[in-house]
């Protein structure tokens, strides 16, 4: 069986921007009733929770999950859609939708709808693919992608330089390098410990905290170059950046290694489907074109953008 090979960029979440809904909701009546699941009151129309979960079905695995994780995500999705429908009300009132170049854009937008809807209609693919010879072969053959890289967890202290032309402020910030160099040589330094000690004593003119890990090739060349040639637990000469200087520690190393295939199998799962919806869209097209062979006329068609005649 061939083997798949993926697309090199990872999965991203394309991040919220709204998920406008392309249709209006019919309005609730106002009849009385229980309230309970009233989701939002917007202008004249009261939302209950079924009025919007279609749309929220409307969303990938990726995109529900974010909003489950992010209440504040959430939000935004309910208030952007009651929004555009306080906007779709203006709208109606005004009949701008008989307008007769909205009337066209309606018109596209129906007919592209049920054209897109009625292709994935035909393109479904099988429930259980892929099963897991497709994964076991798409996860070998794609190796390469499968790796964190190389890590380097650190700590940091920024000392503030002088001013250019103030030759007070420069010998005071020399002073201070001086402090914090010889504090570090105490083989017993702690070198958070100092850096918080040292802020408060010199007005943040001295900070630092502990890093974290960061990837290897995301750290800046000079601080880079210098991280690379201390041991774990090492600490390094100051480094001179814009306004100042800054001393690193390097707490622990975290070599570059492969990922289980239990951790991307649901990534290769979502890709190989993807791949396939596809695949089988194309095949249905080129079946499709086939059957129904597609002629145009090149003399009229040079003539398409030019001003209609009268």
Do not use: C
């Not at 909701?25 to 009733?33: G, I, N």
């Not at 992608?145 to 001013?163: C, D, K, T, W, Y």
């Amino acid at each position: 069986m061939a083997a798949v090979v993926l697309a090199t960029a990872a999965p991203t979440f394309a991040q919220f921007n709204g998920f406008a809904s392309p249709t209006p909701l019919p309005v609730p009546t106002t009849a009385m009733r229980d309230v309970s699941d009233v989701l939002a009151y917007a202008g004249k129309h009261e939302f209950k929770l079924e009025d919007i979960r279609p749309y929220l079905a409307k969303l990938d695995d990726q995109q529900k999950a974010a909003l489950v994780k992010e209440p504040e995500t959430l939000t935004k999705f309910v208030r952007t859609f009651l929004t555009q429908r306080l906007l779709l009300d203006e709208a109606l009132a005004a009949k701008w939708d008989q307008k007769p170049d909205v009337a066209v854009q309606l018109n596209r937008v129906r007919e592209n709808a049920i054209a897109d809807s009625y292709l994935e209609s035909v393109s479904v693919i099988p429930s259980d693919f892929p099963g897991e010879e497709e994964l076991r072969a798409a996860y070998d053959a794609n190796k390469a992608q499968f790796v964190s890289p190389r890590q380097l967890h650190l700590a940091q202290m920024m000392i503030e330089g002088g001013a250019d032309g103030d030759q007070r402020a420069k010998d005071m910030a020399q002073a201070r390098l001086e402090m914090v160099r010889k504090a570090l040589k105490d083989p017993k330094a702690d070198f958070l410990g100092l850096a918080q000690a040292k802020a408060t004593e010199t007005g943040n003119a001295v900070r630092g905290g502990d890093v974290g890990w960061v990837p290897e090739a995301k750290v800046p060349a000079p601080l880079r170059d210098a991280a690379l040639k201390l041991t774990p637990g090492a600490v390094s000469e100051a480094i001179p950046i814009s306004g100042g200087w800054v001393i690193l520690k390097l707490v622990e190393v975290r070599e570059a290694a492969q990922i289980p295939f239990e951790q991307v199998r649901p990534f290769l799962v979502q890709r190989l489907r993807a791949a396939r919806t596809r695949q089988a869209s194309e095949t249905y097209v080129h079946n499709l074109l086939e059957k129904n062979s597609i002629t145009i006329n090149d003399a009229a068609l040079s003539q398409l953008l030019a001003p209609a005649s009268k």
